[in-house]
């Protein structure tokens, strides 16, 4: 059934179409009349109880004849409002007037309800008593703003039921009346208010209070009289002495004194090394596999205690350490100090004692482009320090078999060289990842990550001594690096010694083995010794000489490390990257000759620092770990 028949009642349709300004309706159409008729025989004349379709009504232009739906609550044009189209019917019907008209029209359409009913006008002519409190754009009180004109030049205002006073467009600065000013006016003075509050008081109080004086400015005494003690972050610390900050050259006493350029004393207690908590140092978390190492080295091995640098080894619970049974410390500079060329000093206390083997404790330096731990930032850069293409760069130091002094000049007369080659060797073509610059040619500079120890501390059951060394790539026949009197000496006979390792398939060694002072270790007298090195970067003239116990032990000229024919490789440099430091405590059977005295080793075992110390000539000085000739930084965080 038709949902209209359910109330015995007929609607239309379908509204009739419009042709030439008329009204055809369609011959499936329901005649106004038969929905009259039908109407009254079910209502007896009720208006109310026409169901109208929901959310609409049908409306009729009177005018036209069209029938047309609206929602009752959506604006119409003025001329078929309601009112208006009853007007129109009672001024052209001849059969109806009135009350009759009316009622007539209500049982035959659905009009929308005229809210003069409910005695609310919400047309937009009406004035409402409190229009001036919300009316978005007021021009003045005399001529207010007729919205209808925003419809343009077009629009037909007179139809629109507004009174016919002046109307003005709406302008930018319309907005701006009494009420808007004194709005902003007294937001600007609470603004005002609280500035005064919370800034210009406190000043003005701390200038009465004399906060402000000469000398406060420069000490930051505060307004109780309090001086503050400011973080000791420059390169040169506040509590290194005076009379230190310049130094005789221990290569050459009698030239210009070197310049200090960089000091830690270590006196402030308990700093942390965790990533992020110091400007220069910083611990690492890792296993040192390189080697083989027994201990995981974490930053909580590694702090400051009466005055020193404590690094801290000590058994653990492999279960909550990394499957190790001992934990320590490694604390490096990589990144954040470098310097190239100068002298560098730190005071040591070595670990445990001068006669029970074991202990791995070391004080070194290594070029930037390299972190020391991590294999593969080494793998192609360490141990190198070389500027030529030729087969020293290549893999094992060969080409197709050859030289054949590289496949039989090792150890047992192997393969010299386990090497994978320079990876940013002068040989670096055009394109390619390298860190540069460039020589005159245009070919890159050899790049690497050197090392140059201060020590590696070493026992016997007899006595304590020192390695100090520096480690090259690539290797001379056999390891045999120069070491004749004329390129090397060796200050004290009685205490040093050419060590009688030089090197193996990964490096070579140019290093000799100096007797520490017996008393000063962990469990001696508890002294500090001095340990160092003074070094001149590059070729010809370079030179590293090594300081032990506070007096020069060895000197090592460049032309130690010249070219070797038989092998058919240039002569590699005394470092000339930018070198960072690293201290450190570990454990390795490969360092001990697979001897290590578990049964009389005393854990914890501490290595203890008393102050690292940089110096440079004056004319030269060159720090900072991305220098214009040896730049790093973009490569590292390319």
Request: hydrophobic share 30%; net charge negative; proline share 6%.
């Amino acid at each position: 059934m038709h949902p209209a028949l359910h109330h015995g009642i007929q609607y239309p349709t379908q509204a009739g179409s419009i042709r030439n300004g008329r009204s055809h309706l369609k011959s499936h159409s329901v005649s106004a009349v038969n929905l009259a008729q039908s109407s009254n025989s079910t209502t007896q004349g009720s208006e109310a109880s026409i169901p109208r379709r929901k959310g609409a009504a049908h409306r009729k232009n009177l005018t036209t004849g069209v029938l047309m739906d609206h929602s009752p609550y959506t604006a119409v044009d003025r001329s078929i409002s309601p009112h208006s189209s009853l007007e129109r019917l009672s001024r052209t019907s001849s059969s109806s007037s009135g009350h009759n008209a009316s009622s007539h029209l209500g049982h035959v359409y659905t009009l929308s309800a005229d809210p003069r009913d409910w005695g609310t006008d919400l047309y937009l002519d009406a004035q409402e008593a409190d229009d001036h409190i919300h009316n978005p754009s007021p021009v003045n009180e005399k001529h207010p703003l007729d919205p209808l004109a925003l419809h343009g030049k077009g629009f037909n205002s007179s139809s629109s039921g507004f009174s016919k006073g002046k109307q003005r467009s709406c302008r930018p600065w319309d907005i701006m009346n009494r009420r808007g000013l004194a709005n902003v006016g007294g937001m600007a003075l609470l603004l005002l208010a609280i500035l005064g509050l919370f800034a210009v008081y406190p000043v003005v109080i701390a200038i009465r209070n004399g906060a402000f004086g000469r000398s406060s400015i420069v000490r930051g005494v505060n307004g109780t009289g309090q001086v503050p003690v400011l973080g000791n972050w420059g390169l040169i610390d506040q509590d290194t002495p005076q009379e230190v900050r310049t130094i005789a050259s221990y290569h050459n006493p009698d030239g210009p004194r070197l310049q200090l350029v960089f000091s830690d004393e270590f006196n402030q207690d308990g700093r942390s090394f965790y990533p992020g908590d110091d400007p220069y140092f910083e611990a690492e978390n890792l296993h040192y596999w390189g080697t083989n190492d027994l201990e995981w080295y974490d930053p909580s091995a590694v702090t400051t205690r009466n005055g020193s640098l404590a690094i801290t080894m000590s058994q653990a619970d492999p279960e909550l350490n990394y499957n190790l049974s001992y934990k320590s410390g490694m604390l490096t500079s990589w990144n954040k100090f470098c310097f190239t060329g100068g002298l560098i000093q730190a005071s040591v206390m070595l670990p445990g004692a001068h006669n029970v083997i074991g202990l791995w404790p070391a004080v070194w330096t290594m070029g930037n482009l390299g972190r020391a731990g991590y294999g593969a930032t080494l793998d192609g850069t360490w141990p190198y320090s070389y500027d030529s293409c030729d087969v020293g760069t290549l893999p094992n130091q060969t080409l197709n078999g050859f030289p054949e002094a590289a496949t039989n000049s090792g150890f047992n007369e192997g393969p010299l060289s386990f090497l994978p080659g320079q990876r940013l060797s002068r040989c670096t073509c055009p394109g390619e990842s390298h860190p540069g610059p460039t020589h005159d040619d245009g070919t890159f500079v050899g790049r690497s990550a050197p090392e140059i120890d201060i020590i590696e501390a070493q026992t016997t059951r007899r006595e304590g001594s020192v390695s100090q060394s520096g480690q090259w790539g690539p290797f001379d026949f056999g390891y045999e690096w120069k070491n004749t009197s004329d390129v090397v000496t060796i200050y004290d006979a009685d205490v040093s010694k050419l060590n009688t390792y030089r090197g193996a398939v990964y490096q070579e060694a140019a290093s000799v083995v100096t007797q520490t002072n017996q008393d000063c270790y962990e469990l001696g007298t508890g002294c500090f010794s001095v340990y160092g090195f003074e070094y001149k970067p590059g070729f010809n003239d370079a030179y590293i000489t090594w300081i032990s116990d506070g007096a020069p032990s060895w000197t090592l000229l460049s032309g130690a490390m010249g070219p070797d024919e038989r092998v058919n490789i240039s002569a590699r440099s005394v470092s000339q990257e930018p070198m960072y430091i690293i201290m450190n405590l570990g454990m390795s059977f490969g360092f001990t000759n697979n001897v290590i005295d578990f049964d009389h080793l005393q854990f914890p075992a501490t290595m203890l620092v008393d102050y690292i110390r940089v110096y440079q000539e004056p004319d030269a000085l060159n720090i900072g770990c991305d220098p214009e000739g040896f730049p790093t930084a973009d490569y590292i965080n390319a």
